[in-house]
DNA sequence: TTGTAGGCGTTATCAT
DNA sequence: ATGATAACGCCTACAA
C-alpha cells in the first residue's frame, strides 16, 4: 500500500496483459474500447504514474536537462535560468541545477554525472578557463546534445546562445564619448571569459573610432563582482589626471564603483560618469539610477532551451550561434562635460545648486 | 563506442563476473588483490560510469532533491536555493529546481512528478494557499521526507525551516517606535502566506506595547513583489493624515513604496521613514540605503537541506520547526522625528540645509 | 487486437 | 572469494 502502483498492478486490475497497459498508455496500438475503458479506470482509481526511472532505463534518455551555471546568486543568472525552465517545463522538461563556482573541476564532474544521468541535453554557462570540449569528448563521444550559454569557452564551435557584447560595450563607450568624455576608463571582467573580451573589443573599437587613446593603466580587470569591482575603481580613481567616466564590464562591478565613489567622496554623474552592462534591476534604485546596457537573461535561457530540445528531437544542422540584441538604457549615472552649463534643470532638483558648484570647480 | 560503458564491459576485460565487478566498486565483499586491481584498471581505461538511472531503479531511490519555490527570479529565493544546493553538493545529492509561480495546481504536479522520479526527498516553499498536505497524500502516502523552508501551509505539522518573522516585524516596527512614529503604516504581503501574518503580528504587537492604535487602512496588503508594493504606497501616501512611516513586509514592497515617494516627490526619510525586510543586497545601494530586517536565505536553505538528509538517512524523531535569527540592518531610511534637530551631522552631507529645511516645515 | 518475453544496467541473494 | 541469476518497471518486437 505503501508502494507506488505498477503497469503490472493495473494490468492485474483490469484484466488484461501488461503489454496492452502499456499500449493504451502510450497509444502505440489500437486497443478495442472496452479494454482501454478498463484500463483507463484503474488507472485513474489505483493513481498510477509511470516510473520515469523504468523509463529513462528502458529508453535510455530521461527528460531532464542539465543546466550549468556558476553560482545562482549572481542576479544575472536567475533570469537566465526561469527563461529555460520555462521553455522546458512546457515541454516536459525539468531541469536539475547545478553551480560550478567557476570551478572547472565542478564543472567536470558535473558533466559527467549528468551523462551518466542520461540527460537529455546540458545547457552550459561555462566555467571562467573550462576546457568543455575535453570534458564533452572524455569518456564516449557525446551523445548528448550541448548548447553554451552567455559565454563561450575558448575554441567552442558547437550551439550557443548569447548575447552582441561587443556591440552594447561599443555603444556603452560611445555614449560617453558623445557625452564629452575623453578620459575614459573601464573596468572589465576576468581575461579568459569571451563575453568579459567581447566587452572590452566593443568598448576599445568606440575609442578607436573618435581617435581617443586610452592609457593601459585605465583598462583594470575584476571578477565581475561587486567586491573587485570597488577595489578595482578605488585604484582607478587615485589616479591623475582622473577619468571622468568608467565603463564599468557588468552591473555589479558598477555598484562597486558606486560604492568606491561614495567613500572617496565623489560624485556620480558630476565628478566621474559610470555605466554598467547588464541592466539589473537593481539599476533603477542605485544613487543615481545607473545607466547600463541591458541584455535579457530570460530570453537567452529561453532562446538556448528552445534550440536544445530543437537538437534533442533531431535537429541536424550546422551549430547556430544566436547573438541576441542590446540596448543601451540611459539613467542618471552619466553627465554631460560638453554642455554641463547648458542643461536645463527641467524640475529643480534639491541638488542643483552644489552640482554646479562642483562641475564648475573640476 | 558511442555508448557508455557497463558494468558487463568492465567484467569482460577484467575476466571476473559481473557479480564481482559490483563488488570492487561498492565494497560490499572482499575481492582478492588481483582481481581487484584487474577490475579497477577495466573501470580507469574504459572510463566507466555507473547508470544512475538503472541504480535509482534498482534501490528505488535517486540522489535527486526536489526543490519547489516560486520564482527564482525572486532576489531572496536564490540564497535559499544556493544553501540547499551547497549542502545536497557535499552528500552527493542533486537538486531538481522547480518554480510552481505561486500556483497550487503547478506544485501538485510537480510534488507527483518527483515522486513518480524517486526523488529522495523534497524541499518546498509553498505556493501562496497550496495543500500540501494533501498533494502529498494523494495517491501512495509520502516515502520521500519532505521539508517546508521559509514559510508553511496552514496547518502544516512536518519538518520546517523558518524565520522568526514575527519576532523581526517586532524589532522593525519598534524602531520605528522609537524614533518618534506615531503613524504607523504597514504593507503586508498576501494574506494566505503564513510569514506575511507572522511579520504583521510583529508588527502589531510593538503598536500594542506601545500603546498606540492603527487605522484599518493604515495596513494595506500586497503581493509581495514591487508593483504591487508601489501600488499599495501610493494608497498609502494619498491619506491624510499621511502615515510618516511605513513598514513593507518585505524589500522588494519597500523599493516600490521608494518609487512612489520619488514620484510624488516626497523625502525618504525626511517626509516619511520606510523599513524593509529581507536586507536584500540592494539595500546598500538604494537611495537611501533602506533599513532592513535581515534573514539569510542561503542558512535557511542549507538547514532545510541538512534536516532533509537527516531524515533520508532515518532520523525518525518527532518533526522538527526551525526557527532562524533575524537581525535589523540600520542604514538611512528611518529618521527619528522626536530629536530630529539634534542629530549631530557627522560627516557634512550636502543636502544637510536642504534636509533641514524640509524635516522642520514637516 | 492482445499477450509473451527479452532486455535496459544495476544490486543482492544464493550457490559454489 | 566468486559466479550465476533474479528482480526493479517499462517498452517493444514478435507470436498468437
Known amino acids: ?23 493504451v498508455i502510450n497509444g502505440t496500438a489500437r486497443v478495442r474500447t472496452k479494454l482501454r475503458m478498463r484500463v483507463q479506470e484503474a488507472i485513474r482509481s489505483l493513481g498510477f504514474q509511470p516510473s520515469a526511472l523504468a523509463q529513462g532505463l528502458r529508453l535510455n534518455r530521461t527528460k531532464m536537462l542539465g543546466m550549468i551555471i556558476p553560482d545562482i546568486t549572481n542576479p544575472f543568472f536567475p533570469g537566465v535560468v526561469r527563461g529555460a525552465e520555462d521553455v522546458a ?15 572547472p573541476a565542478k564543472e567536470a564532474l558535473y558533466v559527467a554525472e549528468l551523462r551518466s544521468f542520461r540527460a537529455a541535453g546540458l545547457l552550459i554557462i561555462p566555467a571562467a578557463g573550462s576546457d568543455l570540449r575535453a570534458e564533452l569528448s572524455s ?11 552567455d559565454r563561450c569557452p575558448e575554441g567552442w564551435t558547437g550551439d550557443a546562445v548569447v548575447v552582441d ?3 552594447g560595450a561599443y555603444q556603452a563607450a560611445k555614449h560617453l564619448i558623445r ?17 568579459a573580451i567581447e566587452r572590452l573589443n566593443g568598448f576599445k ?31 582607478l580613481l587615485r589616479m ?14 558598477a555598484l ?13 554623474p558630476e565628478d566621474v560618469s559610470l555605466v554598467g552592462f547588464d541592466n539589473l534591476e537593481v539599476c533603477e534604485y542605485t544613487n543615481p539610477a545607473l545607466t547600463s546596457v541591458y541584455q535579457s537573461g530570460y530570453q537567452m535561457g529561453a532562446a538556448a532551451a528552445g534550440l536544445l530540445l530543437e537538437r534533442i528531437k533531431g535537429l541536424q544542422d550546422a551549430p547556430r550561434h544566436i547573438a541576441l540584441e542590446t540596448e543601451l538604457k540611459l539613467r542618471k549615472s552619466v553627465m554631460s562635460i560638453a554642455n554641463f552649463d547648458k542643461i536645463p534643470s527641467k524640475k529643480p532638483r534639491r541638488r542643483s545648486k552644489a552640482n554646479r558648484e562642483a562641475v564648475l570647480a573640476d
Not at 182 to 191: D, N, Y
Not at 222 to 233: C, E, H, N, V
Not at 246 to 251: L, M, P, Q, Y
Open 256 to 268: 562597486g564603483v558606486l560604492h568606491a565613489l561614495h567613500e572617496l567622496d565623489l560624485r556620480c
Open 179 to 195: 557625452s564629452g568624455h575623453r578620459h575614459l576608463a573601464v573596468i572589465t571582467g576576468p581575461a579568459l571569459l569571451a563575453n
Open 139 to 149: 569518456g564516449t563521444p557525446a551523445t548528448q546534445p550541448v548548447v553554451c550559454v
Open 205 to 235: 573599437r568606440a575609442l578607436r573610432e573618435a581617435r581617443l587613446s586610452i592609457a593601459s593603466e585605465f583598462v583594470q580587470e575584476a571578477a565581475f563582482d561587486t567586491r573587485s569591482g570597488y577595489q578595482a575603481a578605488k585604484r
Open 1 to 23: 500500500m505503501s508502494d507506488p502502483v505498477t503497469m503490472r498492478q493495473i494490468a492485474e486490475r483490469a484484466q488484461v496483459s501488461i503489454g496492452t497497459v502499456s499500449h
Open 89 to 103: 517545463f512546457r515541454n516536459s522538461y525539468r531541469l536539475v541545477l547545478c553551480n560550478t563556482d567557476n570551478e
Open 240 to 253: 591623475l589626471p582622473r577619468p571622468t567616466a568608467i565603463f564599468a564590464c557588468n552591473d555589479l562591478m
Open 165 to 167: 557584447n561587443e556591440e
